[in-house]
């Protein structure tokens, strides 16, 4: 009895998502939407980039189920933003997205960042009219994730490894990890890092320049998952 | 649209869960809903609670989307333990502890522990029949998960704080993620602990024994969440 109902939400979410992505698409807009567990580094992440992609201008929507914490986080550094309140959902879908638009201005941007709901399951199944997703995961969540939320991992065109400074401190298994990921995902481009410290975050914010500049090249582009891993 | 059918569904599961209380109750069997996020430390919780807990007999029914990488770590401590794939679905059901109860006996048992999929939000609402719902969180996830997360901290008779060996590697105010727990429940317990050097395992013992002992007092008696908190 679910099923079909929840079959249905996601084909009037896909084609919300659908139009949302021709909207980015023709304006040359670049967006992600990073999705993680609570705690993740989610918002760090993006509040290192920030400070670092001084070359790109960058927007964000912050998807949360209560509070403006992040987005009070990310105001702070001058860039477009907006919360989304879920009020308990799970997960951001497209026509919050397209809401959101509403209040944020996204033209003569050059990249949207969209932080999903801390959730590592449903965030999954719901397009947002992105050209990638993108996953945080970080050392203290252990080494197996990639194992047991294959769903997520498996969608992603790049892995954040976050925490990285914490090596040391825990029983994280890195080559196990990567291993994981290349079995379930070759294509997916990993990136170990610490938001702490700084470490490893040039080639995050080197990956992220690389796909901006492409989908502003002239005659647009497709922005599909495949190209994202190019 | 998609909202009635939720609570039909959320009706369904709530009858499945009442059966599953009073079969508990009968039985004077204390069962305690494990719930947090990936990575949050709730299979080591149980390992570290198998290996000092020793005058209780326990069982574990373990929740995960893929894989028996949990129920393997709990079978090598040689208790009843079963595994529940939940093929995607981001939430344990009453019916799916049900059925996991046709495969794991539990006659004998003073405590069983489910451990639910790692989400900190969607578990919230399935009721599994369960005494108590107790939230494994972890420092590296930031001190600002109650705020983010309420509804789940809103819900539970105990926080386990895991971690805690972590403490002086992370900007993590321990002041702050108390005060927020006891503005939002001032009824749950804290249990400050770390499964990795076993500082303040005692007292989650301890919570769990006495629990365990009132849930095996001859007359019976409601295994309220009121009562799990005193």
Known sequence: MQIPVIQKVLAANDLIAEELRAQFEKAGLFVVNLLGS??????SLLERTLERARGMKLGVIEGDLATSLDADRIARFGVPVVQVNTGGACHLDAAMVRKALGSLDVSGLDVLLIENVGNLICPAQFDLGEACKVAVCSLPEGDDKVLKYPAIFSLVSAVVLNKLDLVNHLNFNLPDFRRHLAELNPDAALMELSCLTGEGLDRW??????????AREPGGRSQSPAQCRE
Chains 1, 2 share one sequence.
């Open 38 to 43: 609570p705690g993740a580094g989610k918002t």
């Open 205 to 214: 914010i080197e990956w992220l320049g690389l796909r901006a500049r492409k």
